[in-house]
């Protein structure tokens, strides 16, 4: 969490203002519900200041400031840009950063009606930011790797959360996803976390996407799993068509990765039932219906 002896308030967010960036400091500061490593803070109409909360290293921000301003200009939907930077003080010894704000509900307070568009929407982001990334991307150690290298995380939470009844056929899944081919290509871009709270929706669709904390070089199946995650049962044959970029070993990847994912929505909402920071406690119907998803196949 945040250093105990400091409470995230409107008025350290504009005191923090005040002193770095003192010609923004006069906008409307209003807090924005959810957030889990950074807590987020609307400033005026087009802006959102962004604190370090939970994350233990300034490195999620850091990677936002150094490559969003390269990306966002390539993709087909809004996503957060860095246009000031707050750096730690007296005040708040942890990194903040100010960026575009990207108007939407988020998918995890919200639904998809229009699934064909959201379907389509989605495939043409991903084919947008999935080229090849260069040497100098950051590489992830787990988001971004072969299912095979994240069996820990996966028996952890499948464990810890899968129904007695579908215990088979998630196993099937993930097993079926480990024994599939490597990613063949260069490391692409890779999102890295795409969920429910991660995604913004407007007029029943997809309208934004969020938080690149997780951004790496890697397989672009890490982004494909969303295909069950966030988009409506039947939606996912018609993303990988409008896609046309994923073999089938891509999507056996994809398909194990949703299943890990959906789980870990799960648990994050038993957590959530059980008081723990953040309240997350929708996410656990959000993510059963992922996995039922994900069960169903394409």
């Known amino acids: 969490m945040t250093d105990p002896g400091v409470e995230v308030t409107?008025?350290?967010?504009?005191?923090l203002l005040q002193e770095q960036h003192p010609d923004l400091a006069g906008l409307t500061i209003r807090e924005v519900t959810g957030?889990?490593?950074?807590?987020?803070?609307?400033?005026?109409?087009?802006?959102?200041v962004r604190m370090q909360?939970?994350?233990?290293?300034?490195?999620?921000?850091?990677?936002?400031?150094?490559?969003?301003?390269?990306?966002?200009?390539?993709?087909?939907?809004?996503?957060?840009?860095?246009?000031?930077?707050?750096?730690?003080?007296?005040?708040?010894?942890?990194?903040?950063?100010?960026?575009?704000?990207?108007?939407?509900?988020p998918l995890d307070h919200s639904s998809i009606s229009r699934s064909v568009h959201a379907a389509d929407t989605l495939a043409g982001f991903l084919q947008a930011l999935h080229?090849?990334?260069?040497?100098?991307?950051?590489?992830a150690t787990d988001r971004g790797a072969h299912p095979r290298n994240c069996t820990d995380g996966f028996e952890s939470f499948f464990q810890a959360v899968t129904p007695d009844d579908?215990?088979?056929?998630?196993?099937?899944?993930?097993?079926?996803?480990?024994?599939?081919?490597?990613?063949?290509?260069?490391?692409?871009w890779v999102h890295g976390d795409l969920h429910p709270a991660n995604v913004v929706?407007?007029?029943g669709t997809l309208s934004g996407i969020l938080d690149f904390g997780d951004l790496s070089a890697g397989d672009p199946a890490w982004d494909l799993a969303s295909a069950w995650?966030?988009?409506?049962?039947?939606?996912?044959?018609?993303?990988?068509?409008?896609?046309?970029?994923?073999?089938?070993?891509a999507i056996r990847r994809a398909r194990g990765l949703a299943a890990m994912k959906s789980l870990f929505l799960m648990l994050m909402g038993q957590n959530g039932d059980r008081g723990l920071p953040g309240g997350k406690s929708h996410w656990g119907p959000a993510g059963r219906a992922a996995l039922d998803r994900v069960l169903s196949g394409i």
């Open 53 to 105: 909360r939970m994350a233990r290293t300034p490195e999620f921000q850091l990677k936002e400031r150094r490559w969003l301003p390269v990306l966002a200009p390539l993709l087909p939907l809004p996503v957060p840009t860095p246009v000031r930077f707050g750096e730690p003080s007296e005040r708040f010894p942890k990194h903040w950063t100010v960026m575009t704000w990207v108007p939407g509900k």
């Open 229 to 249: 995650v966030l988009l409506p049962a039947g939606a996912a044959a018609r993303f990988f068509d409008t896609y046309a970029r994923a073999d089938e070993a």
């Open 201 to 203: 929706v407007s007029d």
């Open 35 to 48: 957030g889990w490593s950074n807590q987020m803070w609307r400033l005026g109409d087009e802006l959102a």
């Open 166 to 188: 579908i215990v088979a056929d998630v196993r099937a899944v993930w097993d079926d996803a480990v024994a599939a081919d490597d990613w063949k290509g260069p490391p692409v």
């Open 10 to 15: 409107a008025d350290l967010v504009r005191a």
């Open 131 to 139: 080229v090849e990334a260069p040497v100098e991307a950051p590489i």
